[in-house]
């Protein structure tokens, strides 16, 4: 079963290196915050390519750090938005929205341990 953020793989996927990922988990949280009305505006495009990048820049950021909740509903948004798979756009958008702020909110909560 996905987690919201697996620290354990995170660390695993980054050699153990501490700092690193206390690195990228700031960086997730200051960088480049996501914009949902951002991604529903892209959505209502013709062309969906561009929301489907948006998606998979925050997806990849995710799976990085190991919100893998994140990266699974990222994944069927985009597969979706890419005409991949069959969907509904809006469900699959408010499940990614929910996951993200359930990542970002263990991803601060993890900042205040690490």
């Given at each position: 079963?996905?987690?919201?953020?697996?620290?354990?793989?995170?660390l695993?996927?980054?050699?153990?290196?501490?700092?690193?990922?206390?690195?990228?988990?700031?960086?997730?949280?200051?960088?480049?915050?996501f914009?949902?009305?951002k991604?529903?505006?892209?959505?209502?495009?013709?062309?969906?390519?561009?929301?489907?990048?948006y998606?998979?820049?925050?997806?990849g950021?995710?799976?990085?750090?190991?919100?893998?909740?994140?990266?699974e509903?990222?994944?069927?948004?985009?597969?979706v938005?890419?005409?991949?798979k069959?969907?509904v756009?809006?469900?699959?958008?408010?499940?990614?929205?929910?996951?993200?702020?359930?990542?970002?909110?263990?991803?601060k909560?993890?900042?205040?341990?690490?």
């Amino acid at each position: 079963m996905a987690q919201v953020l697996n620290i354990h793989s995170a660390l695993d996927m980054l050699g153990g290196d501490k700092d690193l990922l206390k690195e990228l988990l700031t960086s997730f949280v200051t960088d480049k915050p996501f914009d949902r009305q951002k991604l529903i505006a892209l959505e209502q495009q013709q062309d969906t390519e561009e929301a489907a990048k948006y998606v998979h820049l925050f997806k990849g950021a995710g799976r990085q750090l190991g919100a893998e909740c994140l990266g699974e509903s990222g994944q069927a948004l985009e597969d979706v938005l890419r005409g991949k798979k069959p969907g509904v756009v809006p469900e699959l958008t408010r499940q990614f929205v929910s996951d993200y702020e359930l990542a970002l909110a263990a991803v601060k909560d993890a900042l205040e341990i690490l």
